[in-house]
């Protein structure tokens, strides 16, 4: 990010992981999920290491990979205990660093880290030369949120954000002038290895033959630009709305079984928006990456974004509007769409702080934390 950004986890004053450290706070369902966990294994996850500690047992965290900016140019590193050890290899894609021994590079670099992680700009470990594909209504608690039973989503569906929205997890979200409904959805996003070019039928134990990294990403989105034109694509495409990192995060096979561990947060100026585990998906990643082989070939470097759960700041209008709005034209419904939706204090504004992260409940797998701004054009 430019100057007037957020680098690395400078000038975090509350815990970054309020869940975890105060989970009387929260409801009692995510209190029977994290309860195990407890406030005495609260930790900081802005220095984390190698290695963990809980109930006397070590835990080996999965290796954590960075994308940052050195001299001018992109250079990738090993993240552990809040520093950065470098990389040799000058990998210029995600999908080289998959294809050209950027893991095997990264698994035996040894040493502490020698770069100070909150003084380097940190890079999308995404680059936009692949493609981002996305999964939509694909947790059942936002279903639910916009008045639809899960039960009845019998269809993956699939679209498309233009990858030139990919940006640093710190950078700056840039608010184009005419949006006025800006959005926010923190999604587990999983990075391809392996080249897929063919009906393929992974299995949750033989997923990590084609997945081999994870990602946080935060699908940004013009609420009226979604619903007036009727599309996806457009809405989330804009340049920043895409929000990638800090961590690829390189899990061992067994480490990838547990993605359904995960659990997703977001905040929006230090109050929680958003918070469920990952095994709220509706169709998992074996299933959509089964479903994407029968339509299309996947390159190393693609990313593919799985939905978001309950809390986006987007409100479903009541059963009586709904009904009425289905006698109005396109562009009366559009109007009294967009009038209750300004009402809604919870979009993004100018000046917002977007926090939002991915993590096991026991921190071995942890794929950091992002800081963004909302800046107007």
Not at 147 to 157: C, H
Not at 175 to 196: F, I, N, Q, S, W
Not at 351 to 357: K, M, Q, R, S
Request: glycine letters at 10%; proline letters at 7%; hydrophobic letters at 35%.
């Amino acid at each position: 990010m430019g100057a007037t950004g957020t680098q690395g986890f400078r000038g975090t004053e509350a815990h970054p992981w309020p869940y975890l450290a105060h989970p009387q706070q929260y409801t009692k369902e995510r209190r029977t999920y994290l309860r195990s966990y407890g406030e005495s294994e609260a930790r900081d996850r802005r220095a984390t290491t190698a290695q963990i500690k809980k109930g006397g047992k070590e835990l080996t965290m999965a290796l954590q990979v960075i994308r940052y900016e050195q001299a001018g140019s992109a250079a990738w590193g090993v993240h552990r205990n809040g520093r950065i050890l470098p990389l040799d290899g000058s990998w210029q894609t995600t999908g080289s660093f998959f294809t050209e021994g950027g893991p095997a590079a990264a698994a035996a670099a040894s040493g502490d880290g020698v770069i100070a992680l909150a003084d380097v700009h940190l890079l999308s470990p995404v680059t936009p030369d692949r493609d981002y594909i996305c999964q939509a209504t694909n947790y059942a608690s936002h279903l639910r949120e916009i008045g639809r039973d899960p039960k009845d989503q019998v269809n993956n569906v699939i679209f498309h954000k233009a990858s030139s929205c990919l940006s640093g997890s710190n950078d700056d979200v840039i608010k184009p002038r005419h949006v006025k409904l800006l959005d926010y959805e923190v999604e587990l996003g999983l990075v391809v290895a392996t080249p897929v070019n063919g009906p393929i039928d992974p299995t949750p134990q033989s997923l990590h033959k084609w997945i081999g990294g994870l990602v946080v990403t935060n699908d940004i989105s013009a609420r009226e630009i979604q619903v007036s034109h009727e599309q996806f694509c457009k809405a989330k495409s804009y340049r920043t709305f895409g929000p990638t990192g800090p961590f690829l995060v390189l899990p061992e096979p067994r480490e990838l079984e547990r993605w359904g561990d995960l659990v997703l947060t977001l905040s929006v100026n230090g109050k929680e928006r958003q918070c469920a585990p990952a095994s709220d998906m509706i169709f998992d990643p074996v299933a959509t990456l089964s479903e994407l082989s029968r339509i299309r070939d996947l390159r190393p470097g693609d990313l593919i974004a799985t939905g978001t759960p309950s809390g986006v700041a987007i409100k479903v209008p009541s059963a009586a509007v709904m009904f009425v709005a289905k006698f109005m034209s396109p562009a009366a419904r559009y109007k009294a769409f967009l009038k209750g939706q300004l009402k809604n204090p919870a979009y993004l504004k100018e000046g917002d702080l977007i926090e939002c992260g991915i993590a096991s409940p026991d921190g071995s797998i942890d794929l950091g934390r992002q800081r963004t701004l909302v800046r107007a054009e």
